[in-house]
């Protein structure tokens, strides 16, 4: 069993940055995929970042250049370093790990979820 717990999430200006952090507890959490994903009032979540056990990342189009996911296995947590923020940007953030370590888009793919984090992005 993997328990993800994420922190971080903010008010920011437009432009700004914000640092998410995901805490995870489990002895083979080094081997599990990671990823986070988010989800605004009425919309679908959406995926925004994977990384693999492998360190192998993905990102999704709207956040690709701007937004960075990374691990820290010693410290069993997860990153997402969110640069160049937009309003559109806003939405609930949710970590997520999956069994089979590698870094899925999906969310049918993951095993685990946290409770999630508020970004607000103001204009």
């Known amino acids: 069993q993997v328990q993800l717990v994420e922190s971080g999430g903010a008010l920011v200006q437009a432009g700004g940055s914000l640092r998410l952090s995901c805490a995870a507890s489990?002895?083979?959490?080094?081997?599990?995929?990671v990823g986070w994903f988010r989800q605004a009032p009425g919309k679908e979540r959406e995926f925004v970042a994977a990384l693999s056990w492998t360190g192998y990342s993905a990102y999704a189009d709207s956040v690709k250049g701007r937004f960075t996911i990374s691990r820290d296995n010693s410290q069993k947590t997860v990153y997402l370093q969110m640069n160049s923020l937009k309003p559109e940007d806003a939405a609930a953030y949710y970590c997520?790990?999956?069994?089979?370590?590698?870094?899925?888009?999906?969310?049918?793919?993951?095993?685990?979820w946290g409770q999630g984090t508020q970004v607000t992005v103001a204009s």
């Open positions: 997520a790990a999956n069994r089979g370590g590698l870094a899925w888009t999906v969310t049918s793919a993951y095993d685990y």
């Open positions: 489990g002895r083979t959490f080094s081997s599990y995929g």
